[in-house]
């Protein structure tokens, strides 16, 4: 990961941004012969500005995962909640899934840099891949125009007790039309007394967590150098059985 320019809108109108390039690479074996594969993703961030301009560590993570995995994802239909800068969603589209970014209806501006995320890394808007107004715990019609999904993304949503409910319904709506589904998310621990233990019992969900410790160590990574001291877990999400 790398911070590659910036600009500073010293005439006062825009905040600083920088582009952070995200590079995913593996070490693979075609007959005999070691091979590596790289997907580079650029990533324009807004600084000083509020929590969607900004890549959370949780969002690495949840790629390296997506990389890491990239034989599941051609064709699939993948949505993802509260893109932000939606480095998942977007390395998901470039490994051939059919994404549609989502983004709280009410934050028009947040909207318009999922879509110049997307336009960064040459995603055709419409054509490559979709943007969407989606708040969680609002079943408005744009939800229903979602169409199939496979996969359910969600990098960091879950970073306000009082919105955990309003994730888990609308990903349990999600879930009722399509039943093999799963939400794969990334979750901070920013306290121990959170918990979504017994909204998953409420909801009809279960969950399993993925290893991330083991995630790009083919190519020498160590997960823990693009999280920091955080405390980031990787969670599966499917209907209970
Ligand atoms: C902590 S940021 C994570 C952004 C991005 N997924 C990442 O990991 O870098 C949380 C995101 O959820 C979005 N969000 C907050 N409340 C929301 C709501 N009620 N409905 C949909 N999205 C929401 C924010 O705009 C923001 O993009």
Redesign the pocket.
């Known amino acids: 990961m790398s911070l590659m320019s910036g600009h500073d809108g010293s005439d006062g109108s825009a905040p600083i941004e920088q582009l952070r390039k995200f590079v995913f690479s593996s070490k693979i074996n075609v007959s005999g012969e070691n091979r590596e594969e790289k997907l580079e993703v650029v990533i324009p961030e807004l600084l000083q500005a509020t929590?969607?301009f900004?890549?959370?560590p949780?969002?690495p993570v949840l790629a390296w995962f997506l990389w890491e995995n990239r034989q599941e994802l051609p064709g699939k239909y993948v949505v993802e909640?509260?893109?932000?800068?939606?480095?998942p969603g977007i390395v998901a589209a470039k490994l051939g899934a059919r994404v549609t970014l989502?983004?709280?209806a009410t934050?028009p501006k947040?909207l318009a840099h999922t879509k110049r995320c997307c336009q960064q890394n040459k995603l055709v808007i419409n054509q490559d891949i979709r943007v969407i107004g989606?708040?969680?715990?609002l079943f408005l019609s744009n939800l229903e125009s979602i169409g199939p999904v496979d996969i359910i993304l969600?990098?960091?949503?879950f970073?306000e007790p009082a919105?955990f409910e309003?994730i888990l319904v609308t990903v349990a709506y999600l879930l009722e039309s399509n039943i093999d589904a799963k939400f794969l998310c990334?979750y901070q621990e920013r306290s121990s007394d959170w918990s979504i233990e017994h909204l998953l019992s409420k909801w009809g969900l279960q969950c399993v967590v993925h290893d991330i410790n083991n995630l790009g160590v083919s190519v020498g990574l160590n997960i823990h150098d693009l999280i920091g001291d955080h405390s980031i877990h990787l969670l599966e999400i499917t209907r209970k059985s």
Request: hydrophobic content about 30%.
């Open positions: 929590y969607s900004y890549t959370w949780s969002a909640l509260g893109s932000g800068t939606a480095l989502s983004e709280s934050l947040s989606l708040t969680w715990g969600g990098s960091d949503c970073f919105n309003d990334t």
